[in-house]
């Protein structure tokens, strides 16, 4: 005979997690089981409700998937146009290109891999993706911020080293692809607690025509969950923030009172703006997310609608993955040289309605003024 387990007393569960509250009476463990389950469904489905009010109406909904799918392939267009120009023959051999390189890769691998994901999630509250993307996907969202930052930073330190020490000896290229090695060793060390917390829930309740996949963030202690939201945000945002804008602001100092050439002092003005105006882009697009996401994090019932201001935070800071491209290539002479050569490369052929073509004026990619390749840009 199979023995069966009750519970005989009141069971009385406080989540601080997901803020729920169970009282059970005198049921099997399987039935607890599927009780729990239930309230576990009801609380995040009441949740939901709240939140989803305006995302469950046709025209956000298509707004919000119109939004993200001209950003996405803008984003990645851009980006790969410009991994493109810097990857052909030598223009790796400057350092500022090496990170450069690194922010174009780091969106465009956000765009295909990440925000696709999250898009669906939030608009359809089911994570139908498995437990291993569950923990990648929803884990790796902060990893571009953190190369961002660090590649900026480095861009700074090196447009430092040359300006204002110009007698040092620059950065040179191993060093940059060993910091960029660093960088990603160390922004996947940082995701690795939430990895760790991120958790694959199903909840099956055949009899109630119930199934429903999570894909939720649980900690064992709340206290560590801020202690670790808070470092990250700094580590990874505001501090390389910081010492980023008091290095070009070190770097203007230098070149306004600098006795020089006219012509390189106007060139070296004219690449200083340009990477100045990516930090600002960089600032000015991922600080509503990080403000948004620490106020979550200590008060998550301030912010109604949480989920579409999360989608629209989340797709402004990616408008900095289409700017970085037209900053760093499209407003670059040089990198729009490059571009104009792979277009006229490309189409140096036009073929007849006979199959027969006629060759164009073949491209030259040198011009009388020096080197025109993007590792001239510095």
């Avoid at 174009?104 to 999250?118: M, R, T, Y």
């Avoid at 590649?151 to 950065?171: G, T």
């Avoid at 040089?334 to 277009?343: D, K, P």
């Amino acid at each position: 005979m199979e023995k069966t387990t009750t519970v005989n007393e009141t069971v009385r569960t406080n989540s601080v997690a997901t803020g729920m509250n169970y009282e059970f009476g005198n049921m099997s463990l399987e039935e607890l089981d599927k009780q729990l389950q239930l309230q576990f469904f009801e609380n995040i489905s009441k949740q939901g409700t709240e939140n989803l009010d305006l995302l469950q109406e046709s025209h956000w909904k298509i707004t919000i998937i119109v939004i993200y799918s001209i950003v996405i392939f803008i984003g990645f267009l851009e980006n790969l146009v410009i991994v493109c120009i810097l990857i052909r023959k030598n223009h790796l051999q400057n350092p500022t290109n090496i990170f450069i390189l690194c922010l174009a890769v780091s969106d465009i691998l956000l765009c295909l891999f990440n925000l696709p994901f999250q898009l669906h999630y939030q608009l359809t509250n089911q994570w139908v993706f498995g437990k291993t993307l569950c923990k990648v996907i929803m884990a790796t969202y902060g990893v571009p911020v953190f190369v961002s930052s660090m590649s900026i930073l480095m861009i700074a330190i090196d447009r430092y080293i040359l300006i204002v020490h110009p007698f040092c000896k620059r950065m040179s290229t191993l060093t940059a692809v060993c910091l960029v090695t660093l960088i990603a060793i160390c922004t996947t060390l940082v995701t690795v607690p939430i990895i760790i917390q991120m958790e694959y829930q199903v909840i099956d309740l055949p009899e109630l025509n119930i199934y429903h996949t999570f894909c939720i963030e649980l900690w064992q202690s709340v206290i560590l969950r801020h202690i670790y939201t808070v470092s990250v945000l700094i580590v990874q945002f505001f501090l390389p923030l910081c010492v980023t804008t008091f290095l070009y602001i070190k770097i203007s100092n230098v070149l306004r009172n600098r006795p020089i050439k006219k012509k390189e002092k106007r060139h070296k003005h004219k690449t200083n703006k340009i990477l100045i105006a990516i930090v600002l882009c960089y600032a000015i697009c991922w600080t509503p997310w990080s403000l948004f996401g620490l106020t979550l994090e200590f008060d998550p019932k301030i912010v109604p609608h949480v989920r579409l201001f999360d989608l629209l935070f989340k797709i402004f800071a990616m408008g900095s993955a289409c700017i970085n491209p037209f900053l760093y290539g499209w407003l670059n002479e040089n990198f729009r040289h490059e571009l104009n050569g792979i277009v006229k490369r490309g189409t140096k052929h036009r073929v007849r309605a006979n199959g027969h073509s006629i060759p164009l004026v073949e491209f030259s990619r040198t011009e009388p003024g020096g080197d025109r390749s993007p590792a001239a840009t510095v």
